[in-house]
């Protein structure tokens, strides 16, 4: 064990409020990576080491907890997530592929709730799936009519990225056959008829924009928390909203449902590029904020939804250099090869066109805001290599091969298999990667993603990598430390806030999780099973089993 001994003469003359003792502390800070006990003052880390040293800094008022062996590690930071969406999906009607596996058991899950409701109140879906749906199909507006002809539907895809509407619920968007497609969206229509079907592509935006009460306060409210419940049962106590709709009301919203004790973990909000000169008219750039609550990066949706890159790379490049020009570095929306190539292309070209500009030497650039590509879906060595020279940090989701790559099995070109969600070989290019959920695409359960990112293994066991003794399959495995460091410090590297959290060091944030067990010490099949034992925040426990 490499502690370090503490001289408890050059520590302050306060004894901490909290120490925790006996654990098997995960610092992920390169001079001390292992420990045994930290002490807390305040909201900080005061110090870490030997069970010994820390506990003779004990005084009249210290707390003291026993970890009887257990982990502990930074706080787990969700890097990727869409927080009000999720808090939604508590107040909604669930239909995953868990509740209906055709579009009659969605029918089914939907007639059942508007059956609680008042004639005319919406009701909301979400998760279906429809290549998992027996149809293989996506449900339209007359499906969700038959479900409930009274009441004002939208029901989400799994995705975040499609959205159907009934037919009151098309009327209320004020959506008909003459309404013409958005820019960066595709509203389906019946062949026959021009009628729209119901289906909305891309178009989160458009009906943020058409349907602002579509739930109530005390609705959110309560969904609010509920999240705030399940955030910290996890141990989560930092997540990065990464909404392409976020405006200078969202981020005040925020504000107020944490001054309100509705959520406890800390936020950074991403800025909607739509949004870059309201931001900066109100004096907002990256950073803006303070450490409960602060602006992050500007979030640009790149998509090939439409059939054909949007924006095009000439305006990309162009979104880019607005955006560092109101003090932003970018968060790139790109799924597809195509996709995460042109992102990498114009962030890398920016950077080095700037560069040439004002005569910046490298040094000082790897100083500065770390740009993002988001996802980065499929990625194939040569892209992950790409990726590396733009000098952007990957923020992908390997929960998605647990919870999808069954699927990903049966529909997916066999040679991009090996390339999904591929932490493996982004952190072997030497690109940063940072983990985040994309909830509520996925459960924000951190471990599922960690299980994926060590074994290669979708939920049912399956590798989708192959052999996993060679080629991509080992390729992509990263050890248990390394999955951990990027749903924690990775993280907080990714939104430029390492030098206050992300890892256990004295002088940061005292936000940690205390694991149910020695995760060292499992097999990687047992890691689906690891649990949070107790959430700290700023010093303060605000969760246990």
């Not at 389906?188 to 729209?196: L, V, W």
């Not at 009301?249 to 800390?266: K, V």
Request: aromatic share 6%; glycine share 10%.
């Amino acid at each position: 064990m490499t502690n370090q001994p503490v001289d408890s003469q050059s520590l302050t003359s306060k004894a901490p409020n909290l120490l925790l003792l006996n654990a098997k502390v995960i610092t992920m800070a390169q001079g001390q990576p292992i420990a045994q006990a930290v002490a807390v003052l305040g909201q900080k880390i005061l110090a870490v080491g030997r069970n010994k040293e820390l506990a003779a800094l004990a005084g009249a008022n210290t707390r003291t907890i026993d970890c009887q062996g257990m982990t502990l590690l930074p706080g787990f930071n969700d890097a990727h997530c869409h927080l009000l969406a999720t808090a939604a999906t508590f107040q909604g009607v669930d239909c995953g592929p868990q509740v209906a596996t055709n579009i009659l058991e969605l029918q089914q899950a939907l007639s059942h709730r508007a059956n609680e409701l008042l004639q005319g109140n919406w009701l909301k879906g979400f998760g279906y799936d429809d290549l998992s749906l027996a149809e293989g199909r996506h449900p339209n507006r007359w499906d969700l009519d038959r479900a409930a002809p009274n009441h004002p539907i939208r029901l989400d895809h799994r995705s975040g990225h499609a959205t159907v509407l009934n037919s009151l619920g098309l009327a209320q968007a004020g959506i008909n056959r003459d309404t013409p497609d958005p820019t960066e969206g595709v509203i389906q229509r019946d062949d026959a008829t021009g009628e729209p079907t119901g289906l909305l592509l891309e178009m989160g935006g458009f009906l943020s924009e058409r349907l602002k009460n579509i739930r109530s306060e005390d609705d959110q409210a309560e969904g609010v928390s509920r999240l705030n419940r399940r955030l910290l049962s996890y141990g989560i106590t930092s997540t990065q909203d990464a909404g392409p709709q976020n405006n200078p009301s969202r981020l005040a919203a925020f504000g107020e449902l944490q001054e309100s004790g509705l959520i406890a973990p800390r936020i950074t909000m991403m800025a909607g590029s739509t949004f870059l000169m309201e931001f900066s008219t109100e004096g907002m750039a990256f950073g803006s904020g303070n450490q409960r609550l602060r602006l992050g990066h500007l979030k640009i949706m790149l998509t090939l939804t439409t059939g054909q890159l949007y924006p095009d790379f000439k305006t990309l490049s162009g979104l880019i250099v607005a955006a560092r020009k109101k003090g932003f570095p970018v968060a790139i929306h790109a799924i597809e090869t195509e996709a995460v190539v042109a992102a990498a292309r114009a962030i890398g070209e920016v950077t080095i066109a700037q560069a040439d500009q004002t005569g910046e030497e490298a040094h000082s650039r790897s100083s500065r805001p770390r740009d993002r590509i988001e996802h980065c879906s499929e990625c194939p060595p040569e892209v992950a290599v790409l990726v590396k020279s733009s000098g952007a940090i990957a923020v992908t989701q390997p929960g998605f091969i647990y919870w999808n790559g069954d699927n990903y099995l049966d529909r997916v070109d066999p040679a991009l298999l090996p390339w999904l969600y591929p932490a493996g070989s982004l952190s072997n290019a030497g690109v940063g990667v940072a983990f985040g959920s994309d909830a509520p695409v996925i459960d924000p359960n951190p471990w599922p993603g960690i299980y994926s990112a060590v074994t290669g293994l979708t939920r049912s066991g399956q590798s989708l990598r192959g052999d996993r003794n060679n080629g991509p399959a080992h390729y992509q495995v990263v050890p248990l430390t390394s999955a951990l460091s990027m749903y924690t410090l990775g993280a907080a590297y990714a939104e430029g806030t390492e030098e206050f959290k992300g890892s256990i060091e004295p002088g940061k944030l005292a936000d940690l999780t205390l694991l149910d067990a020695d995760v060292a010490g499992l097999d990687p099949s047992e890691l689906m099973g690891v649990r949070a034992a107790k959430t700290i925040i700023e010093g303060r426990l605000v969760w246990e089993s």
